[in-house]
């Protein structure tokens, strides 16, 4: 029965994260029609790209970078350049918890015909499906076939997956609907290490005075794959001075982490950050304490140690100890070390450290209804009721009574009780506590309300069930179990759109696909308007009508980031 349970909350998180290779399960669980069960792709990655010495390769297709030429692949009038590596030498043998190397100037010619590998992670994601190494920092970029006469908006997508699984292999990624309905914006799609390889604390071990960026790994090959574009994506016809990052879970925050960091200005302008905000962070202890049990489990003392450890062994062993999947453990995050990022993610935001970026985020309705559906109600009601506990001893007795007090008067059963004061405290008073600390710090803040809902039971509109309709995938249905509105999902494209272009999404009635202006207000500390993304109602609001926050009996919790 567990076994049961945690492949439905793999197929449940995969479909929230993909829409696409686990519809026959769920079609399976649910008894929608007998079809044969199946959570692996439906075609592998079926190459590597090579060098080209024999000269042979359509000219039209290649584009000069400071690391070499690569060619692209055209279909219709897109073109594709897939794995093109942005980093000098990959990380791995004793480069493994090694800072990204950078790139250094390169007069070959090469693919870039194939996705690279995804990053080391546990089983259940199915970008992992389609292989996976440690050689794995590539990009991936999309454009029209044309010669623009201006340099194009570019939007650099950072997946989500927990900071413990994903990668830019997953189908749910592939932009080519994208760039059919926007040929005048290039989309770039990043890799980063995960897990372990991305995000161990290793300074305290008796040799790791020779990993000190060990902890945030994963986001400096985020930067550095941001300082790749920066540099070369004027070649593809892109415009480095207007680049948005944009994300969603663990990519949202990310998003949200890169724009506390100042080196990190340079090389964009502005953040869509999807469900996502510097709640997904741990301190150091918190970092240590993971460490070790992983060591303990493992049976090893030092890095030297550890990196004996064959990479498919430790993958799986993290993933039993913490697994996303496996047991929703949510322990590997990046670390607040003070270094990098802020000790307080929170009050960097206040104190205007991201107030230069402008950003448009938000959340769903029903955050964490994608976890509950995932792992069943008893399974839902024992990971709660063991959570709750372990963050009562962080709280003080008045704290826990409001918390308390939340719960009881929820509606809903149980299980949809405990539910929701999840999404409050992970997500949705993390996305308002985003806006209003940015709106105190002087920044430009747009936020949104997603509201349309799943057809399957217990999901409602939860967690990453938006990804199908902003990735222009109407055909991956496996989380909703429906299309979504093809007028609704195009206007909300053309929402995300907008702003990447010009820093405001509303829309004029001229550019707005059902004819109809839409306004978004910043949000301010006084109205505190938000955008309701209803599928048949887009239309603004004060966050006191649709009450997106429990302020008197959630908003605190957000001290607590993700403990």
Not at 47 to 68: E, F, Q
Not at 132 to 151: A, V
Not at 440 to 457: C, D, F, H, Q, R
Not at 463 to 479: C, D
Request: a negative charge; glycine letters at 8%.
């Amino acid at each position: 029965m567990r076994q049961m349970k945690m492949l439905m909350l793999a197929a449940i998180l995969i479909c929230g994260f993909t829409m696409t290779s686990c519809q026959g399960f769920i079609d399976a669980v649910l008894g929608v029609e007998d079809k044969p069960v199946s959570v692996k792709p439906d075609t592998e990655q079926d190459g590597m790209n090579k060098a080209i010495t024999d000269g042979n390769y359509d000219k039209s297709l290649a584009v000069k970078c400071i690391n070499g030429t690569f060619v692209g692949q055209k279909t219709d009038n897109v073109i594709s350049f897939k794995g093109i590596p942005f980093v000098g030498q990959q990380p791995v043998g004793s480069l493994r918890w090694k800072a990204p190397v950078d790139i250094t100037a390169n007069d070959g010619v090469y693919e870039a015909y194939y996705y690279g590998k995804a990053p080391f992670q546990a089983p259940g994601d199915p970008a992992g499906e389609y292989g996976q190494s440690e050689d794995c920092l590539y990009l991936n970029i999309w454009k029209t076939n044309d010669q623009p006469s201006e340099k194009k908006p570019v939007m650099v997508w950072i997946y989500g997956g927990g900071f413990e699984v994903g990668g830019t292999t997953d189908p749910q990624y592939d932009c080519t609907n994208l760039v059919k309905e926007n040929p005048d914006v290039i989309f770039v799609t990043i890799t980063y290490r995960l897990s372990a390889y991305g995000f161990l604390h290793l300074s305290h071990l008796p040799d790791g005075k020779d990993y000190p960026d060990a902890q945030n790994l994963g986001t400096m090959d985020q930067l550095m794959a941001l300082k790749w574009v920066h540099n070369n994506i004027a070649a593809f016809g892109g415009d480095p001075d207007n680049v948005t990052i944009w994300g969603e879970s663990a990519g949202g925050s990310s998003c949200a982490l890169l724009s506390l960091i100042d080196e990190a200005h340079k090389y964009f302008h502005r953040a869509i950050i999807q469900s996502g905000s510097p709640i997904m962070t741990r301190s150091t202890e918190e970092a240590i304490a993971v460490t070790n049990k992983i060591m303990d489990a493992l049976g090893c003392k030092t890095v030297a140690d550890l990196q004996k450890v064959e990479p498919r062994k430790l993958s799986d062993k993290v993933g039993e100890l913490f697994g996303i999947y496996q047991v929703l453990g949510w322990s590997i995050w990046p670390e607040r070390d003070g270094k990098l990022l802020p000790k307080d993610g929170w009050s960097a935001y206040e104190e205007g450290k991201a107030k230069d970026i402008e950003i448009l985020e938000g959340c769903t309705k029903d955050e964490f209804n994608t976890f509950a559906a995932g792992l069943g109600v008893e399974g839902w009601n024992s990971w709660a009721a063991d959570r709750i506990a372990k963050r009562a001893k962080l709280l003080t007795e008045e704290e826990n009574t409001k918390v308390q007090s939340y719960i009881n008067n929820a509606s809903g059963e149980d299980w949809e009780k405990t539910c929701s004061m999840f999404s409050q405290s992970y997500f949705s008073a993390p996305a308002i506590r985003l806006a209003e600390n940015q709106a105190k710090a002087g920044g430009k803040v747009y936020t949104y309300y997603y509201t349309p809902e799943s057809i399957l039971p217990m999901i409602k509109s939860g967690h990453a069930s938006e990804l199908s309709v902003v990735f222009a995938h109407p055909e991956m249905t496996g989380f909703t179990g429906r299309p979504i509105d093809e007028t609704f999902s195009k206007t909300m494209r053309k929402l995300w759109i907008q702003f990447a272009k010009t820093g405001n999404p509303s829309l004029s009635a001229d550019i707005s696909p059902d004819g109809k202006a839409k306004e978004w207000p910043l949000y301010d500390l006084g109205d505190k308007q938000v955008m309701v993304l209803d599928e048949f109602n887009i239309h603004p609001a004060k966050e006191s009508e649709v009450k997106i926050v429990d302020w008197e009996n959630t908003y605190f919790l957000t001290k607590l980031y993700c403990n």
